[in-house]
């Protein structure tokens, strides 16, 4: 595998299910970020981990819960959703040098909630 | 506060002919740095190309060049010899002075190649 990997691609959860999304990078990269992208919406992003510390919290509600234990892979563990949280959820990750620290994304896992 | 503008929600270009896409942004931040990605419908985001804000020439890579006038606070992607592939959404995106400052996106605009 290279780059950024997500899974699933496709998620089709009720209200009440509890999910998980995955993201490993193979860059190794030492930043990690979570961003949602809705239909005629700009990105937004979510959370931000450096180091695996998580720096950003972008006002994320708390069915969201982001975890990543070590810094090539992050998790989005999802709970109790609603419908308006149907989107694409993308993974990036890039590494913090003071450069460019351009981020590199996964193919997105698509959500839908019933 | 950083904001990305993209006035062009739709374009069309012919195949093998160039197109520009425009994008437009706010900072009061000296030093900050201009990102362009693609999306395909499969919905991954491809980076395309970067320019800081005190880089002395515009950036090339490939087929993509980016605009820069710095005064204008513009940084316009241009794609020359266009093709079909290049069907997809086009997102500029600006992070602010630091490594650890957001990354803040455009609305995106939609391109379309004509056979």
């Known amino acids: 595998e290279t780059g950024v990997t997500q899974t699933p691609r496709h998620l089709v959860m009720g209200m009440t299910n509890k999910k998980s999304l995955k993201c490993e990078q193979h860059?190794?990269?030492?930043?990690m970020y979570w961003y949602k992208q809705s239909a005629k919406k700009p990105l937004e992003l979510m959370f931000v981990y450096n180091f695996k510390e998580q720096t950003e919290n972008n006002s994320v509600p708390s069915r969201f819960s982001p975890e990543c234990p070590n810094s090539s892979h992050l998790f989005l563990h999802l709970h109790t959703l609603q419908p308006e949280d149907s989107a694409l959820y993308l993974c990036a990750s890039s590494q913090v040098s003071g450069g460019a620290d351009t981020q590199y994304f996964g193919p997105g896992t698509r959500l839908t909630v019933l | 506060a950083q904001k990305i503008t993209q006035t062009q929600p739709g374009m069309f270009v012919q195949e093998k002919e160039a197109v520009t896409l425009d994008c437009t942004y706010d900072t009061s931040d000296p030093s900050y740095g201009l990102f362009w990605y693609k999306q395909p419908s499969s919905g991954e985001m491809i980076f395309l190309i970067y320019q800081g804000s005190y880089d002395q020439q515009n950036a090339t890579e490939g087929r993509y060049s980016l605009n820069f006038q710095k005064a204008r606070k513009s940084a316009n992607l241009v794609i020359s010899a266009s093709q079909l592939g290049d069907s997809a959404m086009y997102f500029c995106?600006?992070?602010?002075?630091?490594?650890?400052?957001?990354?803040?996106f455009g609305p995106g605009t939609s391109l379309s190649v004509i056979p």
């Open positions: 860059l190794g990269h030492n930043a």
């Open positions: 995106a600006m992070r602010g002075k630091t490594s650890y400052d957001k990354v803040i």
